[in-house]
Each structure stands twice: as C-alpha cells, then as structure tokens.
C-alpha cells in the first residue's frame, strides 16, 4: 500500500478538501445544540440507546438494574475462590488502612490519611500492575477548577449536573466543584507543574459542556504529571505497597464491615490474607471490557475487578447503565486504532470535519453528544473517511490549531499526541489526523456518600469505581479532579474510622458463599469467573476489533 | 483473514521465531504470539513506561530501544522487553528541601560522573535531550531540567545504558518537583477563589440549585452563557 506522509491517496483526496475549506471555516461558529436536537442524536446513534445490547442484573443490591451485558457478565459470574480455599486464621498483613489500587484515587488517599494520623507501615497499598499503572496516568486534556473572577463554582456545577443528565448526586457534585481550587493548590505544594501564562495565572482551556474556559493542563501530560508527582511523594513516604498482587475478594468482620481481602499475587500465584480496620477501594473502571466490541483508551487492567468485588461483599452500585465513548479515539493509523486523542485537540481550536471537508458539528458538546454526532456523520450520513481497515472516521483539522495559535502551538500544548503520530509518519501540525469514538470511562460505579463512604460500613471508595459523580455522562476534566477529591475524601474518612476502631473480630468470606448460592437461586448457570484481571490478547483476539458491526 | 495470511512477518521473542502478521506494534505481535503479559504492559498508549524493549534488526550491529506499544515488530527483529530497571532514589521531602545551585548533586551524587557520551539521550524512547538535562542538573538550572524532562515516561532505558550509573529520570523528578514548588508561584487568581469557598461565598446558591427540580434545573442550565474560543487571537505559551 502506497503512503504519503502516512495516508493513502485516497485519504488524500479527502485532506486536499479539508484544505479547501480551512480559511472559510476558521471564521465559522457551529451553533450548539439544543437540548431537544441532543436527544435526537443521542437516541439514535450513541451506543447507550442500544437496549438490546444490555440487561438486568438478576442478583444483589441493584436487582433489575440495566447494565451492558458485558458487566452484568461480570457480576453473575463465579469468584475466583470459595471459601474452603482460604485459611481465615493465617493474617499476612495486619494493617489499619488497606488500599486496593495503584492509580491515582488509591495513592491520593494513601496520603491523605498518612498525614492524618495513620502511620505509613499502618498502611499497605495492593495493586494489580505497578503502581502508578492506571488510566490516572494517561489522563491528557486537563483538571477542571473554576478559579478565574469570570468562572465560579455554580457555574461548574450547573455543568457537571447538565453534562450528566441531571442524574448525578447533588452531594458529590457539591463536593467535586468546592473542592477543586484546594486541590490544586495541593498540587502546587506538591509540585505539579501546571501551564501558566507569563504573567502567573493559569493558561486555562474549554472543555465539551463546559460554560467557562476552566482546564489546566501540564501540556498534554496532565495525568502524568500529577501521577508521578504523587506517586514521587508516597514512594519518600516509604508507604508499604505490594504490586502484580490484586485483591480477588474483600473480607468482612462477623458483624458485616469490610475487613480487608484476600489478595493474589499473579506471578507467584499465592494468596495472602490482609485484615484491616478501614479498606479503600480505588480500582478505577472497565474500559478493558470492550464494551459493544469498541476498542479503548483505557489502561491494560481496566477490568471492573472493584465493581465485582464491592458487589459480591453487597454494596450498592448506579448509574452503570451508560458508558462513556470519547468521540476522539484514533481511527488510523491500524497500529493506535483507540488510542486517546486529547480533547484538548479541540480546545485548541481544532474543528471535526467529514470526508467534504464539511464542519457539521458544534466542536465543543458534552461527550456523548459529540460522539454520537460522529457515528451519526459515519454511518447515517456516510460522510465518513474509510480506512485501509474498512474502519469509518472524521478528521480532526489539527493544523487550524497553529494558525489560531501561532506556530509551535502543537509543540508547546500537544506534544504526546504530535510525537505518537510522527511514530507512524503523520505530521499533524500539517495533516489533519483521524479519528472515531472509543470506550473511555465508567460513568458510575459504586455508590458513595460526600464522605466517599459505600454502602457498606469500613469500605470507602474514590476515582473511577465510584459512581454518582458524573451522572449519566462525564465532562472532560472531571476524572483527574474526581480522583484528587473523593480520593482524598476517601482516605480521610477512612483513617477517622480506622482510629475509631479495635483491630476487627473474625474474618470471613461467607457473603462469597452466598453470593454462590444466589446465583444458584435465580437459576444462573455459567462457568464464567471474575474479578477478570487481566483481557486475554493472545492470538488473533489481538487484532483490532471491527467497529463495522457496531451499528 | 486470508489477505493477512500472506502478509506474515517474523519475529524472534527473546531468541525464538514467531510468526506474526506485518503492521501490529510489538506488544500486539507479543500476544498474537502466545505470550499473556503480566509485566511488560501498562497503559498500551505511549504514557506509562512499562514496556521498555531493547531490539537488533535483522544484519545490523545497532542495539535499539523502544516502547513496544508505540513501535511497529518488523520482519527479522530480535526484541526482549525489559520490565523493570533497578535505580538508585534517596529518600527526601520537598518540604525540608532549600533548593540551591548544588542540591541534585548532593541528592544524586552520580551525576557528576556524568561523561557526556550521550548514550542516555539516544536511548530514549521520547527523544529528549537526556545528557543535556543531566548537565543542567549539575548546574542546578531547574528550570531547564523541568522543561528538557517535562514529556519523561520514567521507562528506564536511560538507566540501563548509562555507563556512569546515573538514574536519570529520578533526577528530573526531583528538579521538576523542586521546580514547580520554589519557582512557580501558585497564582493569586486561585487563592482569592480559596478564599471565597472558605468563606461561604457561594454555599447558598448551590443549595439553591441542589433544591431543584430537574425541571428548573435544565432551565438553568440552557440558560447559561458560554464562553467561546475567540478565532485568530493568539494565545500565549
């Protein structure tokens, strides 16, 4: 296949009519939609409003609650254990606070229970991969404050709760907004570095549904930035962490608090038994699921483990009905074909466009609108462009972004995403880039209270795994700014509990054995098991997964 | 599948020859091989640094490294990945820290055994200037080291290679940290706004707005205004 600067001739024919029709649309404004015409898009084309693809879950606390099938799979699933495989009596680590998750939310409350009051080796963080190895680190766009004289925090909330299709949980809304500032004023005594302009105040971007210009970024390493800085923080804390060593099932105490789990560490494949007087959960979200087959931005462990651990144990979960698609995944290259394409692409000016160079979209609309309004331009209009793979995709017209920002601005603001296209011979500082939406976040989870407590007692939670944040749909930098506050939130009241308490009477697994013989009850016969752990690639279920059949 | 038959490509997995289809990355070519990984994987997009690999190709003397997520496996490649670097980190606290012309240096001693061979930079996987940062580090320009290191994915390679034994992204870490928090004033914009929370300021309308319906919420809601990108102006940094 003959390529031109990484495109095929046929892409290319289509780049000279984006060319064509770039000085013209530079000065065109998109109206936004109204609420009426989102919904028709959202019914028609967003993967959610795909009834037959979900189902009720038969079992637990949220009995008759709809679910995509491949969480709800998940959920009527058998454990990896029972409880004759596990001798209770033997603890291999005794500790005040047990954290499950490496990734932001877990290393957040790690800290902030530390410094109040609970000792580092009273701690001990478990995690599957390595530490620090969450979708927290890939998180590119940015954090939401609303910190400018023009922004306030009403107006962040009234864009969280409309974004979220006023489902979301007043409380944690509150929580999320009013916390924001302190949070990055934390960052800041932490070290996190955070675009600023030359006079000192922050260089702040929109965001889809944001009313306000409210998005700090450290270029497009935002998520990292802030993950290695924290993780840099816990590490001279010298908090005790164990990683490649997942909790498969949490414990309880004999009168039905979590008290820790039963952890397995895949390369020696041991299990340890960790009992604690408050437990953690941050395990962040699904995204490895493959949801509906979509390809994904997240992280290799993004697999529900803490989804299906909380619910076997009977917390309550919500909002697990919708699942967020990022309308920029990359579409092409074959080789990064789901790969996050910051939102930030498009707060920088970069307009989507069709195959005839056509704007036809606000760029700038809550998440799951943009990305219906995507498939509906691919495959109810057939102004997408076709890949060499058969996949359909919209350009992104990321050279606007240097003539509205001036020359170097990709460099400056862009430069992960300009260095993972020139890896496969795209420039995007001239090129336009493609892209088709991808599985990117939980929108709910397990439900908390503002005190980031479940609800079940001695079990907190923060980040991804929690739900009632973002209602129905999450804005963009809300998931950085999610973690950081309920992550925070989390280990505080887990420590104030901790305090409060003796070491926990006698563990036991038997909510394990009951979960078991529910599933037996409501006639669930299946040999499937979870917590997965890890997606299985191997073979030709490597190869990318054809979008084609999504519609 | 049958067109993807033809176009089948080898490649050799820590020495044993696997026959993979031409255009996966190597971590793809890795599972389409058998391999299930436990290390050696991470966020599969270019940003964590679990999947550092060192690889020749096919006839040629150069020792090559990369993230087997963000390169494509070649016909004739011999690759292993290398999933865990060991590195030398002191213990400090940012907050009992003075930073001065010295202080990397007294905290990573090494660096000045640095001999500017430039092995680290043509390591890396990111393409930073890695020996140059190095450098500013034992002048204590930190704010060069931050923006020289600000894109590292702390994969490690540059530790494997350096024949002086630096652990040079521990370095950075500390400069970028010391950096952010001595030299870049947190801005009064964000201060006056903690102020204002602390002070109550807008408590009342959100429980105004936590009152509503979603009625009246949605109204609200359409209602605001939105701020827009203004086209031509040209942004600073």
């Known amino acids: ?551 | 599948m049958a067109e993807e038959e033809k176009n089948m490509i080898t490649v050799y997995i820590m020495g044993k020859a696997h026959e993979v289809p031409a255009g996966l990355t190597i971590m793809k070519a890795m599972e389409y091989a058998g391999y299930q990984f436990i290390r050696g994987s991470g966020c599969r997009a270019g940003f964590c640094g679990a999947c550092a690999t060192v690889y020749r190709l096919a006839g040629e003397y150069k020792l090559r490294t990369a993230l087997a997520c963000q390169t494509a496996a070649e016909d004739g490649m011999f690759l292993t990945q290398l999933p865990f670097v060991p590195a030398n980190r002191p213990e400090y606290h940012v907050d009992e820290i003075e930073p001065g012309p010295g202080t990397l240096a007294e905290y990573f001693p090494e660096i000045t055994r640095c001999v500017s061979c430039n092995t680290c930079t043509k390591s890396c996987p990111q393409e930073l200037d890695v020996m140059d940062y190095i450098q500013m580090s034992i002048r204590g320009d930190y704010e060069s080291v931050s923006k020289l290191s600000f894109d590292c994915i702390q994969c490690g390679l540059c530790v494997a290679r350096c024949p002086a034994e630096i652990s040079h992204y521990h370095v950075a870490q500390l400069a970028r940290r010391l950096y952010g928090k001595y030299f870049s004033p947190v801005p009064q914009h964000l201060l006056n706004r903690l102020e204002e929370i602390e002070a109550g300021k807008f408590d009342e309308a959100i429980s105004e707005l936590k009152g509503l319906g979603a009625e009246e919420l949605e109204k609200r809601y359409v209602a605001r205004e939105i701020e827009k990108i203004e086209r031509g102006e040209v942004m600073d940094e």
Request: proline share 5%; hydrophobic share 35%; glycine share 10%.
């Open chain 1, 1 to 551: 296949m003959k390529l031109i600067g990484g495109y095929t001739e046929e892409m290319r024919e289509s780049i000279e009519k984006v060319e064509k029709t770039r000085d013209k649309r530079m000065k065109m404004e998109f109206e936004a939609m109204s609420m009426a015409e989102r919904d028709e898009v959202l019914n028609k084309y967003h993967p959610d409003y795909k009834p037959e693809l979900k189902r009720a879950v038969a079992i637990g606390p949220n009995k008759g609650d709809i679910a995509p099938n491949e969480v709800v799979d998940l959920l009527e699933a058998h454990p990896l254990i029972t409880e004759k495989d596990i001798d209770l009596s033997k603890i291999d680590y005794d500790v005040d606070l047990l954290i499950i998750g490496g990734g932001g939310g877990g290393t957040v409350a790690a800290l902030w229970a530390n410094d109040n009051g609970i000792p580092a080796e009273n701690i001990l963080m478990v995690t599957k991969l390595r530490h620090g190895d969450a979708n927290s680190m890939m998180a590119q766009g940015g954090i939401q404050a609303a910190d400018r004289e023009e922004d306030s925090p009403i107006l962040h909330y009234l864009d969280v709760i409309g974004g979220g299709h006023f489902a979301n949980k007043p409380d944690l809304v509150e929580a999320l907004v009013k916390d924001a500032p302190f949070i990055l004023k934390w960052h800041e005594e932490l070290g996190v570095q955070y675009d600023k302009n030359p006079d000192g105040t922050y260089v702040e971007r929109p965001g889809g549904g944001t009313s306000r210009f409210r998005l700090h970024s450290s270029k497009d390493y935002t998520g990292m930035e802030i993950m290695r800085v924290i993780r840099d923080e816990f590490r001279n804390r010298e908090i005790p962490v164990l990683e490649f060593t997942p909790a498969i099932e949490l414990l309880k105490d004999d009168e039905g608090n979590v008290a820790g789990a039963v952890l397995y560490n895949m390369e020696t494949e041991q299990y340890f038994v960790v009992r604690a007087k408050a437990t953690v959960l941050a395990t962040g979200g699904f995204g490895r699921l493959h949801i509906q087959q979509f390809p994904t931005t997240n992280h290799y462990g993004a697999t529900a483990d803490g989804l299906v651990m909380a619910y076997r144990a009977g917390a309550k979960l919500r909002d697990l009905d919708t699942v967020q698609y990022h309308p920029t995944g990359a579409a092409y290259p074959e080789q990064i074909v789901g790969l996050l394409i910051t939102e930030k692409v498009r707060g920088m000016g970069a307009q989507p466009v069709n195959k005839n160079g056509e704007l036809f979209v606000f760029p700038m609309e809550p998440r799951d609108v943009e990305a219906a309004s995507f498939i509906r331009e691919c495959y109810g209009r057939g102004n997408g462009v076709v890949t060499p793979t058969g996949m359909h995709g919209i350009w992104l017209d990321s050279p606007m972004i240097e003539e509205i920002n001036g020359e170097g601005a990709i460099h400056e603001g862009l430069d992960a995403m300009y260095r993972m296209y020139k890896r496969f011979g795209i420039d995007m500082t001239k090129d336009p880039i493609l892209v088709y939406p991808t599985l990117h976040y939980q929108n709910g989870g397990v439900e908390i209270d503002a005190n980031a407590q479940t609800s079940i007692p001695g079990l907190f939670a923060g980040g991804e795994v929690e739900g009632g944040v973002h209602g129905k749909n999450r804005l963009m930098g809300n998931s950085l700014l999610d973690y950081n506050v309920f992550g925070r939130r989390a280990g505080l009241s887990a420590a104030k509990w901790a305090q409060k308490r003796s070491k926990p009477g006698k563990l036991t697994l038997r909510h394990v054995s009951s979960y078991e013989k529910q599933l037996m009850d409501a006639g669930i016969k299946t040999d499937r098991r979870s917590p997965m752990l890890l997606p299985d690639y191997r073979g030709k279920k490597v190869l990318a997964r054809m979008l084609d059949d999504v519609l």
